[in-house]
């Protein structure tokens, strides 16, 4: 019986004690209990808002996704500190330190035993800093000379079987481009333009109508250009331009042994003096260079007479050259639209205020990944020292589309 009634007696205290946690707890989120000893930090205009420990604050801005979090946690924060403010002002007695009169915190200290002196030490322990490593810098090399190499093997291929409905003939056309550009670094030079290109192309495809041979080129450009320049103002330079082309192979019209085109026949070389404007964007994302010379020596070269017509290419009959003098221009540019897309353009002119040649060129370049693109060039050609076309006038014109792999590689 005892020890029923001591059982009922627990019970009893044990859910009195429940229910005063229970309503202090609600007592203190409802009024607010301090638990850290007050401290005056500012001052602050007391107005009846600031008084009121349970009025919420006006939002000043809502994010336009979910922030209820960011919400709460500010209307907790505001009314806490309205909560202390009010017991500042209506209880100044229980403030006993200012923000700029704390105390120091208490010290850490550690305590060693030394066991032959029968002594106890009480030191500040000692903080271990870590050791700094020196990093090795590495050797920066600066580089006079920037080069760039750009190299691609394009082609197409068809193969159509002999019964076919249309008809037609198996063909493979494979084009070979390389590029090498050599330039002065104008960050050490700043004062210098000197900028070297040198490229290569040649185009070989099947010849299935033609008796004599299986394959013809039918392009073989070499190109070398330079350009030396002393700073003028700004972005212009006094510059002396050189431009030389040429072909290597031997070519021929079709199904006859008729020469069209062989090495050094023909080929051109360009000497100029003049101006020269060179811009290149933050990034390199655009260039462009425009290099005018009133004063210029062009020479044709015509180096096998006797099985080519030096006529055909400007040149008088017999002669081997022709040399004139007049003005140039030539300008080229680069602009990158995007990582995948880049067009690159080059316009030359001359004349001998008797007659008029020029060349525009044009690549457009769709990368499909970092080693395979698709190029579209085009090659417009005006000549009037030429012969006459009854279609094409004194104009001429190539297009080239082709798809394959391509490497880059540079030097900064």
């Known amino acids: 019986m005892a020890e029923i009634m001591a059982m009922k007696r627990f019970l009893i205290i044990s859910v009195t004690l429940i229910v005063v946690a229970l309503g202090a707890k609600a007592q203190s989120e409802q009024h607010g209990v301090l638990e850290l000893p007050l401290i005056f930090d500012s001052h602050q205009l007391v107005t009846p808002d600031s008084l009121s420990a349970t009025k919420a604050s006006q939002e000043p801005y809502t994010l336009n996704a979910g922030d209820e979090w960011l919400q709460e946690a500010r209307r907790r924060t505001e009314l806490d500190n309205r909560r202390r403010f009010n017991a500042i002002v209506n209880h100044p007695e229980l403030v006993h330190y200012s923000l700029s009169s704390l105390p120091e915190p208490p010290k850490e200290y550690a305590i060693k035993g030394d066991p032959t002196k029968a002594k106890l030490t009480i030191a500040p322990p000692k903080v271990s800093q870590p050791v700094e490593k020196e990093i090795a810098t590495p050797d920066l090399k600066i580089h006079d000379w920037l080069h760039t190499l750009d190299a691609s093997l394009q082609f197409t291929q068809a193969y159509i079987s002999s019964n076919w409905y249309q008809g037609g003939e198996n063909n493979m056309n494979i084009l070979t481009n390389i590029k090498w550009d050599f330039n002065l670094n104008q960050d050490t030079h700043p004062n210098w333009l000197f900028n070297n290109s040198l490229q290569y192309k040649l185009g070989v495809s099947t010849a299935h109508g033609d008796s004599l041979r299986n394959y013809m080129i039918n392009q073989d450009n070499f190109l070398f250009t330079s350009n030396l320049g002393y700073k003028a103002i700004k972005n212009w330079y006094y510059s002396a331009m050189l431009n030389f082309k040429t072909q290597f192979f031997n070519n021929y019209k079709s199904n006859t042994n008729t020469m069209t085109a062989s090495f050094l026949s ?18 390199g994302e655009r260039t462009f260079n425009l290099s005018v010379a009133p004063l210029s020596y062009n020479m044709k070269i015509c180096r096998d007479i006797v099985n080519l017509d030096p ?11 022709k040399h004139s003098f007049g003005s140039n221009l030539e300008a080229k540019a680069t602009v990158q639209f995007s990582r995948a897309i880049s067009w690159s353009t080059r316009l030359y002119a001359f004349t001998n205020y008797e007659y008029v040649q020029g060349d525009w060129e044009n690549t457009f370049t769709f990368s499909v990944t970092r080693h395979l693109n ?24 190539k297009e080239i589309l082709s798809f394959g792999l391509t490497y880059h590689f540079s030097t900064k």
């Open 374 to 397: 698709t190029q579209i060039f085009t090659h417009l050609r005006y000549d009037k020292s030429s012969p006459w076309n009854d279609d094409w006038r004194y104009w001429q014109f």
């Open 266 to 283: 023909p080929a051109e070389l360009n000497l100029g003096l003049g101006m020269t404007y060179a811009y290149k964007s933050e990034h």
């Open 311 to 321: 006529v055909s290419f400007g040149i008088d009959a017999g002669h081997h050259t």
